[in-house]
């Protein structure tokens, strides 16, 4: 055991010896005999009769004259907050929606970034992490992920690099892009519905799934104009596909579709101004 130059044992080596035997077990070794001062004058002042009391006694005494010497580290910097902003988060109910939608029917995304952005809304602040993260290699969506955020967006991307955007930035075009819905691949000849009267696309939807003149190989271009049908129409096809015939081979597709109907009428409707 090391001593200071006075004779007297270090503080830091006679808690090490004690944590020693502690680990030994006091009926395998006894307990050092306390530093001279008041760790000695504890023991002759309150003897106990087991070694173990004992142990616990000079351990008890030494964490407080340790905690005692502890000095404040330096302040840390504070974090200067982001810029305020003035627009509504989005509701909670809209944040569940998002979950479920990047899951589900991830085609519906775009839209639904889009819709916070035209109902003046920003991203709640739990979902600005997920959303910046989950597009950081696609710029356009990426930048519409940021305007949508807000200045915490660029404040959590300038705190945690592992948000921003890793894709490259394209010379022209970036803006229109960004306030844009994309154009998803749709068959020519179902192009006219996604502007064509409620009542006419039910019908066409409904009829050509009850006949399975739609089937399993329609499904990816079916769910395309379903997300991109005007969504004036959505009531009026969401009901309309509920009446497919039981017995349809597309019943299942139906079923799907009418699904897609529904998430997408109800993630318009919840972000709606008040």
Known sequence: MSSTADGTTRLDDYWEQMVTVALLGTDRREPPVPPTGGLADLAADDPLPTASQRLLQQMAAC????????????????????????????????TATWRRLVIDWPVLEDEWVLAVLATGRRLAPELVPPVLGRHRTDVVRHERALLAAGPLGAWMVEWSPRLACTGRRPTSGLELAVHHLPELPIVPELLPLLEAPADQVARTLATGLSKATFNAGHRAVLINLVARVNPSSLPAVGAA??????????????????????????????????
């Open 63 to 94: 964490t407080t004259v340790r905690r005692a010497g502890v000095l404040p580290a330096p302040p840390a910097a504070l974090i200067a907050a982001p810029a305020p902003d003035p627009r509504p988060v989005t509701p909670p109910s809209a």
């Open 241 to 274: 596909l509920n009446s497919v015939d039981a017995l349809s081979p597309s019943v299942g597709l139906a079923y799907a579709l009418t699904e897609l109907v529904h998430l997408r009428h109800h993630m318009l409707t919840e972000l709606e101004p008040a």
